[in-house]
T-cell receptor
Framework: QKEVEQDPGPLSVPEGAIVSLNCTYS??????FMWYRQYSRKGPELLMY????GNKEDGRFTAQVDKSSKYISLFIRDSQPSDSATYLC????????????FGTGTRLLVSP | KAGVTQTPRYLIKTRGQQVTLSCSPI?????VSWYQQTPGQGLQFLFE???????NKGNFPGRFSGRQFSNSRSEMNVSTLELGDSALYLC?????????????FGPGTRLTVL
């Protein structure tokens, strides 16, 4: 069993929808949680970086961490076709971006 | 500010050969991490170099090695290539200490082993 589980999708939504992306994990030592967006043939791009439990908002993106349930989420409001990409969660026991463990990614398709 | 650059972008090798990939981080960033991305396993951590020292290491065999130079540029080397080493190799740079909360990935080097 992988340390970080993520539904591969694809997840198809209409433009303007609220998107919910999720990851579960098994290692209770994870303290740092990230979300990345990866377009085809590009490197991942950091979207959100959070520490421990709680919520963090940045524009149309909201990241939630529930350490008691070992569950993290990324919400995208007012989704746009340009949001179509693969979304990767990642987490680490160590500060910053050391030794990240990634989920396999969820492919999101936003149709106009 | 220039982004993370990786060279070469594409590489074709045969089994048994060795390969060296290069990564130039964002100016001022002292940490460079390497990841292998495959369709089956996703992104897997190889190792991280911080100020020329290997700070973290993933669960890859000793055929995978790396180093970092005084200008923070990093190289990774894979010896005795196997078919399963075919992957996208990504490097990521960040400041390396808790005062930084930004990290950038390069575009990757796509390695094909025949």
């Amino acid at each position: 069993q992988k340390e970080v589980e993520q539904d591969p999708g694809p997840l198809s939504v209409p433009e303007g929808a609220i998107v919910s992306l999720n990851c579960t994990y098994s290692n209770s030592a994870f303290q740092y949680f990230m979300w990345y967006r990866q377009y085809s043939r590009k490197g991942p791009e950091l979207l959100m970086y959070t520490y421990s439990s709680g919520n963090k908002e940045d524009g149309r993106f909201t990241a939630q961490v529930d350490k008691s349930s070992k569950y993290i989420s990324l919400f995208i409001r007012d989704s746009q076709p340009s949001d179509s990409a693969t979304y990767l969660c990642a987490m680490s026991e160590k500060t910053g971006f050391q030794k990240l463990v990634f989920g396999t990614g969820t492919r999101l398709l936003v149709s106009p | 500010k220039a982004g993370v650059t990786q060279t070469p972008r594409y590489l074709i090798k045969t089994r048994g050969q060795q390969v060296t990939l290069s990564c130039s981080p964002i100016s001022g960033h002292r940490s460079v991490s390497w990841y292998q991305q495959t369709p089956g396993q996703g992104l897997q951590f190889l190792f991280e170099y911080f100020s020329e020292t290997q700070r973290n290491k993933g669960n890859f065999p000793g055929r995978f090695s790396g180093r970092q130079f005084s200008n923070s540029r990093s190289e990774m080397n894979v010896s005795t290539l196997e078919l399963g080493d075919s992957a996208l190799y990504l490097c990521a740079s960040w400041g390396g200490t808790t005062s930084y909360n930004e990290q950038f990935f390069g575009p990757g080097t796509r390695l094909t082993v025949l």
